[in-house]
């Protein structure tokens, strides 16, 4: 039970550190350059790098730590991802950042 415990406070951790860096890249990316205000560029990159340097400094935190980190920084990105896909005239809010959910109307047949 205790190794399972130990793999899952693992998998938080990355899940955590590989959302931090897709935000980061999503700034980068020449598509998304234009589409997200400056102001939101610079509150993404300062909790991206708040998120990097948190992991560096608490490599043994607890796993709810880091559901809890995930969850904070999802909900700064979210309605900023969210407006630059309105921006870009559609898509799914989220699209291409992991665990965020699918997209609508995707289910099974009636």
Known sequence: AEDEE????????????NMAYQMRN???DAKFKDMIKD???KK???IVKET???????PNAERQEFDDKKKEIEDVWRPI????YGAAGGG???????????????????
């Open 6 to 17: 130990k793999r899952k406070t693992i998998q938080a951790k990355n899940e955590l550190e």
């Open 39 to 41: 102001e939101d560029k």
């Open 52 to 58: 990097i340097d948190w992991i560096d400094n608490n």
């Open 92 to 110: 799914a809010p989220g699209a291409g950042m992991p665990n965020m959910g699918g997209m609508p109307g995707m289910g099974g047949m009636p």
């Open 81 to 84: 991802i969210t407006a630059a």
């Open 26 to 28: 999503t700034l980068d």
């Open 44 to 46: 993404v990159q300062d």
